[in-house]
């Protein structure tokens, strides 16, 4: 046993103990990070893949077990990093042990291990506010007694010049000790709550109500890495700053220490780059406030910077987009300030920065969501720029996190907590304040309408608070100048040049409408904006006391508004041939958005794939969130906020064809709306959003397949019939030849014959095996499906990945990559774009019979045994090929330990000549003529050779 695991009496103990591990032991390593009491995220309710990297002696073979069970291998890169996925761990269940193990030295145990949610709480001093300086923070402490499931990780602040692969074990500071590492809840809770007093309000808080809004006791994470007084650049990798300066205008200025580029995200966000989470929260944005650069607009400089730093760090994390949350800042001045002085702090042109993160048409970020503050201005211990109602700042965070990374649309119960006693409040609230839909100007007046499904009671509010010392903040405190809704309302109009603020008597607020006249007849004004001010006095609310968030808009003509013409895709000839494309599942799960799509699109084209044949972009669950009192489905407006006929558009014009996903019963896997008794009107839908491809899934409350899959056939033969476009239609599951056999190919193109395949070689081939089973059904247009590919994940070795594919292509299934394009590795590409792999894959067949087979061991009979079936060691899988005369071939060598000699004589693979040429389909090359036999040399561990093979005689006599 590991002794750096053998003493756990104390906090203390175990941080000292842990550190020998990290830094003295054997070649092994991992992140510090990893610890006792730690959780992982879980792919549950929309969540993403869990991943644990360390290091190891390069080549050496790493083993992670949970609770001595399952076991997840890695082997360590030529650089001495290794990574292990382990979704299938089924950590969520209860506490339990990691072990891992390497070849050399003491294996490192973490107990207590959880699985869960883990929250991400970044950015500068308003994130790192304690909790004690927040209102009523005895009361907001002791609501951790309810969740004795949360577990805390305070970062240590620190700084370096270069990504680090671990936490420092001397961090430069500590905001709420001990820092880097975990804390059960009770353990924060002890001393009177010595830890959760000095943690993070925002995160603990929004953590909090997110638990009491949605996710109840589930076990999360909630880890802390903020810093006072930083920049959004010192957040950022340099990767990230480079690719934002052209946008943002500017260069990041040189600061001193913590404030330097790059320095922050180098030491507190790096290492941590393989854990994944649910959300990131960020308050950040006062220090670019305050240091501003001079000469550049500040809005678009913050906006670059924040947007690429989102996109990056979703990035590193190599698990899709996750949500990203975002805390608008809050005033940092008094209500008596005189307004004019206030157009100098910077506050609003950040406002607009941050608002620019969240879903939008043709926006740069989704999954996303900024909690309005403007009315939430204050004095703390810290001062006016740290203002004490984290309280409500946190409980609008909350809300905006249950919608974006929960998919939760409109009311969200327990959105708010009533007063004790509670008497008749409703505890249910809107996600979000009055969600901008567009400002327009006729007959001379100014209409700035709202959602209105978000508007509901819209009407304007003065601002009213009170600090913690039992001083008001209130709008009326400047009674010398003017204040509140009725002195300093909050919309202005561009007039000649000139920002002309909206008197009341001019301003009308009907329905989710706000009405806005010039102040004279016959001005045109140009723009219109909101809530321009640091300190504002008067916000725009809902019915549930929710603020609009600040604008600043250009002001269109409302009558010259007109639909955009859009040139549909061209009609194309039924698919004959296996589809090859991209689902989104096997990499991003839950966490897929229209802007990766279309980095899909570009990087299909940029990278080759296109070229290759790979066509099909499909998305897989969690783009639906509910149905239209018609029954027509609604795409998730966080995720896909453009909508989904406008990113098939984008799809189309790149060439390329766009695909779906959806399940026949009640729901889909993950608790989206299924197609069950909608199948006609689903049909239409996709057939009006111009997609090409369908996925039907089983799932939730299905009932009979074959009615669904009719019905679905009988809506897209409509569809073709109508526009002349095919959407392929693929279905699951069927693996009964004589069951569902007899009639899948007069409803399906493609169905699936198996489970999920895995990331790990038993289950390629478990689903490879199932899948030949169906051989016989498979014709051209009508193909089995052994499911996604798993090619450039992690999980298998580069060898296992080589010959997953190859089986994919010799048995003509469908090559839809599961993997992130936008990021591929050369070896991935070159696997996926193997182009006589391809040829093979695509291959009609002879007499339509396009599926290739396995037709028992690659050992020569002489070599087997004399008795019994042989031992599984090898096995031989056969094509013939629509010339005629060729004939694919593929010898496998299952050993998991040793390389092995691999054959096969023509009489094998049902030829009847005796004399083969044989072409390496791999390597591109021709091996020679061959006699009587081929044989394979030194074929490695759970890897392949697939060759073609002609009469050589025949050749010879040309």
């Known amino acids: 046993q590991n002794h750096c695991h053998k003493m756990h009496k104390t906090r203390v103990l175990l941080a000292a103990t842990l550190l020998v591990c990290h830094e003295t032991n054997a070649a092994v390593t991992v992140p ?17 893949r869990a991943f644990l990297n360390g290091r190891a002696r390069p080549g050496e073979k790493v083993t992670v077990t949970f609770n001595g069970g399952k076991v997840f291998p890695a082997v360590a890169d030529t650089d001495g990093n290794w990574e292990v996925e382990f979704n299938r761990a089924g950590v969520g269940s209860g506490p339990g042990n990691v072990t891992v193990s390497g070849e050399d030295g003491p294996s490192i145990t973490a107990t207590n291990v959880m699985g869960g949610d883990v929250y991400f709480c970044s950015g500068q001093s308003n994130m790192v506010f304690p909790l004690k300086f927040a209102y009523n923070p005895q009361e907001e402490m002791a609501t951790l007694s309810k969740y004795p499931n949360f577990r805390f990780f305070a970062t240590g602040r620190d700084t370096a010049d270069s990504p680090q692969f671990d936490l420092s074990p001397t961090p430069a500071g500590c905001d709420a000790p001990p820092c880097n590492t975990w804390l059960t809840a009770k353990e924060a809770g002890a001393n009177n709550n010595n830890f959760l007093a000095n943690f993070s309000a925002v995160c603990f808080m929004t953590v909090r109500d997110i638990a009491r809004m949605h996710s109840g006791d589930r076990p999360v994470a909630l880890i802390q890495s903020a810093w006072g007084g930083t920049r959004v650049e010192a957040w950022m990798s340099t990767e990230s700053i480079a690719k934002a300066v052209p946008t943002a205008g500017a260069t990041p200025p040189v600061k001193p220490a913590q404030n330097n580029a790059s320095v922050l995200y180098n030491a507190m966000v790096a290492p941590w780059s393989k854990f994944s989470v649910r959300a990131a929260f960020w308050y950040q944005g006062e220090a670019n406030a305050d240091q501003k650069i001079p000469g550049v607009d500040q809005t678009q400089y913050y906006a670059a910077m924040y947007q690429e730093m989102i996109a990056d760090w979703r990035d590193k994390k190599g698990m899709g987009d ?6 608008q800042l809050p005033p940092s001045v008094p209500s008596v300030d005189d307004p004019s002085k206030e157009m100098e702090t910077g506050r609003m042109q950040i406002r607009l920065a941050e608002a620019e993160a969240s879903p939008h048409t043709n926006g740069l970020t989704d999954i996303s969501g900024v909690a309005v503050a403007l009315d939430c201005g204050g004095k703390s211990a810290w001062g006016w720029d740290h203002p004490p109602n984290k309280n409500e700042i946190s409980r609008r965070l909350a809300l905006q996190t249950v919608h974006a990374a929960f998919a939760v649309q409109g009311e969200i119960p327990n959105g708010r907590v009533c007063p004790t006693p509670a008497g008749s ?27 209105g499904w978000s508007a509901v009671g819209l009407r304007l509010k003065d601002v009213l608070s009170t600090n913690p010392d039992g001083t008001t903040n209130n709008c009326s405190a400047r009674p010398a100048l003017p204040s509140c809704c009725s002195g300093m309302p909050p919309f202005e109009l561009m007039e000649a040049g000139e920002w002309v603020r909206v008197a ?37 609310v809902n019915s549930d006391d929710l603020p609009a968030g600040p604008f600043v808009l250009n002001l269109t003509d409302a009558t010259e508004v007109k639909a955009a013409s859009v040139e549909q895709p061209k009609a194309a000839g039924l698919i004959q ?10 990499f991003y799960h839950c966490n897929i958005d229209e802007n990766i799509i279309k980095s899909l699109a570009d990087h299909f084209i940029s990278s080759g794939m296109a070229k290759a044949g790979y066509e099909y972009i499909n998305i897989d669950d969690c783009w639906q969130v509910e149905r239209l009192p018609n029954g027509t489905i609604v795409a998730d407006p966080a995720r896909f906020p453009s909508g989904m006929s406008a990113l098939a558009d984008y799809v189309h014009s790149k060439g390329l064809k766009f695909g779906l996903y959806t399940a026949r019963g009640s729901g889909t896997c993950q608790g989206r709306p299924g197609s069950l008794n909608h199948e006609l009107i689903d049909a239409a839908t996709y057939c009006d959003w111009n997609l090409d491809y369908i996925k039907i899934d089983k799932c939730q409350g ?26 392929v239609q693929s279905v699951e599951s069927c693996d009964d030849p004589s069951g569902c056999g007899q009639f899948v190919t007069t ?45 450039g994940n992690v999980g298998l070795t580069p060898t296992e990945q080589v010959s997953h594919f190859s089986l994919w292509c010799i048995v003509s299934a469908p090559l839809l990559a599961g993997t992130d394009i936008t990021h591929i590795a050369s070896s991935t590409l070159e696997i996926l774009t193997a182009p006589e792999l391809i040829e093979i894959n695509q291959d009609l067949g002879v007499n339509g019979r396009i599926q290739g087979k396995h037709v028992g061991p690659a050992t020569l009979v002489e070599a087997r045994p004399a008795a019994g079936p042989p031992p599984p060691t090898s096995e031989l899988w056969v094509k013939p090929l629509s010339d005629g005369k060729r004939t694919a071939v593929l010898l496998l060598n299952l050993d998991d330990d040793n390389a092995a000699d691999l054959s096969f004589t023509p009489a094998m693979i049902n030829a009847t000549y005796s004399s083969m040429s044989v072409r390496d389909a791999w390597k591109q090359s021709d091996l020679g003529k061959f006699s009587g036999s081929f044989t394979a040399k030194a074929v490695p561990s759970h890897g392949v050779v697939v060759v073609t093979v002609t009469n050589a005689d025949s050749n010879e006599r040309k």
């Not at 505890?427 to 959602?451: F, H, M, N, Q, R």
């Not at 009308?508 to 001010?533: D, I, K, M």
């Not at 041939?577 to 096997?586: A, D, Q």
């Not at 033969?717 to 095919?726: D, N, S």
Request: glycine share 8%.
């Open 32 to 48: 510090r990070w990893f610890g006792d009491g730690m959780v992982f995220q879980i792919n549950s309710e929309y969540g993403a």
């Open 702 to 727: 299905a009932e009979d397949e074959q009615t669904s899959w009719t019905r679905f056939h009988q809506g897209l033969t409509e569809c073709y019939q109508k526009t002349g476009r095919e959407i």
């Open 322 to 327: 996750f949500a990203f949350m975002t805390v």
């Open 425 to 451: 409040c409703n505890t249910s609230s809107l996600w979000t304040g009055p969600v901008l839909a567009e400002a327009t100007i006729a007959d001379g007046a100014v209409e700035v309408k709202y959602a």
């Open 747 to 791: 409803v399906a193109n493609l169905w699936r014959t198996g489970g999920d395949v895995q990331n790990y070689w038993g289950s390629i081939m478990s689903n490879i095996h199932v899948n030949d089973i169906m051989a016989d059904i498979a014709v051209p247009g009508h193909f089995n499906d052994p499911d996604m590919l798993q090619v």
């Open 577 to 586: 041939s296996p589809p090859m494309g991209t689902n989104t599942w096997n």
């Open 504 to 540: 009341p008597s001019r301003t009308s607020v009907v329905g989710p409408t706000v009405t806005l006249r010039p102040s004279a007849a016959g001005v045109a004004p140009t723009q219109v904006r909101f809530a321009w001010a640091d300190y504002v006095d008067c916000i725009l």
